[in-house]
Structure formats: C-alpha cells, structure tokens
C-alpha cells in the first residue's frame, strides 16, 4: 500500500506542477512546432527525418525534466521522501513515471504533425508508435535521474546530458542510414542504445519497410532492457543514499 501510495504521490505532484506552470505547458506544445518548421522542413526526406525527431524531441524532454530532482533536495522535499515510510523504489518509480508521462505527452504531440511527411501507417502503426513513444521517454527518464540524483547543480546537469544525449543521438541512425555509414561508425551504431530506439519507432510507423534497421521485436527488446538496467542502477543509488546527506 506503501509502495502504491506513494508511486501515485509523486507522479500526481509531477503533473499539478506541470498544468500549473503556464510557460512550461506552452514550451512542450510549441517546441515541437518549432523544430519541426524550422529543421523538418529544411531536410530532404521528411519521411526519414521524422523517426529521429520524436526520438530527439522526447529523450532531451525527458532527460531535463528529472532536473526537478536537483530542485526538489534544495528545497527539502527530497529529504521528506528518503525519512518516509514508503521504500526507495517507489520513489524512484513514481519521479520517473511523473515526467515519463510529460515527455509522452509533448512526443504525442510531436507524432500530430506526421500527415506533413506525406506518410501515414494506420492507426495501428499509431497505436504503436504511441507506445513505442512512452518506452523512450521511460528510458531516458531513468537516464535522467540516474545522473540528477549524483548532480548538486542544475549547470552541471545541463552540461554533462548534453555531453550524453547529443552525441548518442547523431549516432542512431537518425540522420542517415547504418547501411552508408563506414565500417567503424556502423559498429558505433549497433553498440549505440539510441540506435535501437530509434529502429523501434522507425518500424512502428513504417511497419517493417525500413530496410537495414533492426528489426521491431530486437528494437524494443533492447530498448527496455537497457531501461530496466537503468532503473536498477537508480533504485540502487537512492538505497544507498543516507537521509543525512540531504541535511
């Protein structure tokens, strides 16, 4: 009851927080708007470009948005949390369902401006790219708090998951194919993580047409099991953190 209880807290207070912030809910409709007329329209293969975009709108959504953990110990509610009844677990769980459902959010938005690629796979390939969207904001929601929950300063944060998030992102496959790259990047690639989430949204929305892209199943498998990984590594940090530290 503990564990639920608090999992529901957290993820609630995630998103009251979010409606009220009125330039913080118009940033995660209009960015996307944004990105999308001022580099989707200027790149060649709107088709191919899409995939990748998403994918670069919802990791950076994601990965920022845990920047409220480095908020939330300077104000003391993170020491709250560590003193209360309820196991770490649920803590970790319930941040990161919390912005994992706001990254969604602003991905789904993102995935509205599809029909402008002149491309549009059925509402099942919707349906599953949906899905496929909430596994990539869960991942890198977790990859976010893996490093927030080490991070004293919202600077240093913005500087070591830029240093994190863009160059893994250039790698993915999201510009060009792993088929034209050379032999040593395409090995950079298929050893990338990002690589396969990119795969899994490429194959949800194209249904298995995107010929040299890992397969959907492979994709997604790969995908959650680096997420479960990663959430492993974060529960293990709130565990070993002392309420004293936060004192």
Same mark, same amino acid.
């Given at each position: 009851?503990?564990?639920?209880?608090?999992?529901?807290?957290?993820?609630?207070?995630?998103?009251?927080?979010f409606w009220r912030e009125k330039a913080r809910v118009l940033g995660y409709v209009g960015s996307p708007?944004?990105?999308?007329?001022?580099?989707?329209?200027?790149?060649?293969?709107?088709?191919f470009f899409f995939p990748g975009? $998403?994918? @670069?709108?919802?990791?950076f959504s994601a990965? &920022?948005?845990?920047? #409220?953990?480095?908020?939330?110990?300077?104000?003391?509610?993170?020491?709250?949390?560590?003193v209360s009844p309820a196991p770490r677990s649920s803590m970790v769980l319930g941040k990161i369902l919390g912005s994992s459902t706001l990254a969604w959010i602003q991905g789904v938005v993102f995935l509205c401006f599809l029909p402008a690629t002149?491309?549009?796979?059925?509402?099942?390939?919707?349906?599953?790219?949906?899905?496929v969207i909430f596994l990539i904001a869960f991942t890198f929601t977790v990859l976010g708090f893996a490093i927030a929950w080490q991070m004293d300063s919202t600077q240093g944060f913005h500087a070591v998951m830029?240093?994190?998030? $863009?160059? @893994?992102?250039?790698?993915?496959?999201?510009? &060009?194919?792993?088929? #034209?790259?050379?032999?040593?990047v395409q090995?950079?690639?298929?050893?990338?993580?990002?690589?396969?989430?990119?795969?899994?949204?490429r194959q949800s929305l194209e249904r298995g047409a995107a010929a040299g892209v890992p397969p959907l199943s492979t994709s997604v498998l790969v995908t959650a099991a680096f997420a479960i990984l990663l959430f492993a590594a974060s529960t293990?940090?709130?565990r070993r953190t002392s309420a004293g530290s936060f004192a």
């Open positions: 009851m503990h564990f639920w209880l608090a999992v529901g807290t957290l993820w609630r207070r995630d998103l009251v927080r708007l944004v990105f999308w007329l001022l580099i989707g329209s200027g790149f060649g293969d709107l088709a975009a $998403l994918v @670069l709108t919802v990791m990965a &920022f948005s845990t920047m #409220s953990l480095i908020e939330d110990r300077r104000e003391g509610f993170l020491l709250s949390m560590l002149g491309y549009w796979p059925g509402a099942a390939g919707i349906l599953g790219a949906a899905a830029n240093l994190v998030l $863009l160059p @893994l992102w250039l790698v993915s496959g999201a510009l &060009f194919p792993i088929a #034209s790259a050379h032999g040593w090995w950079l690639m298929r050893l990338n993580p990002v690589t396969y989430t990119v795969a899994a949204l293990m940090f709130a």
